[in-house]
């Protein structure tokens, strides 16, 4: 069974930083498939975040959180990050990651996880 459990949300002051994880079940191969951050911001719709291949050598952010956010993964682990640093009140929302169902960033997801909840404020 594939299961994507994150962690590592929580409540964080403006400027802030957090590092979420996205822990992987033993359902499937993690090396083998590229992987997703996608955020839902309170009353909004999902917004993608970021991305990385399945080797970890290509990565992807959207212009609001480049040179902020850094996406990473470790195969040992079976787990992806989210490093988050300069947070701002914007970033407030859930966060997901997501599976893709190939090995590039490309295609659709076939499984996500239960969420994250990031909260900034002061």
């Known amino acids: 069974e594939v299961q994507l459990v994150e962690s590592g949300g929580g409540l964080v002051q403006p400027g802030g930083s957090l590092r979420l994880s996205c822990a992987a079940s033993?359902?499937?191969?993690?090396?083998?498939?590229?992987m997703s951050w996608v955020r839902q911001a309170p009353g909004k719709g999902l917004e993608w975040v970021s991305s990385i291949n399945s080797g970890g050598s290509s990565t992807y952010y959207r212009d609001s959180v480049k040179g902020r956010f850094t996406i990473s993964r470790d195969k040992a682990k079976s787990t992806l990050y989210l490093q988050m640093n300069s947070l701002k009140p914007e970033d407030t929302a859930v966060y997901y990651c997501?599976?893709?169902?190939?090995?590039?960033?490309?295609?659709?997801?076939?499984?996500w996880g239960q969420g994250t909840q990031v909260t900034v404020s002061s």
């Open positions: 033993s359902g499937f191969t993690f090396s083998t498939y590229a």
């Open positions: 997501a599976k893709y169902t190939a090995s590039r960033t490309v295609g659709t997801y076939d499984y």
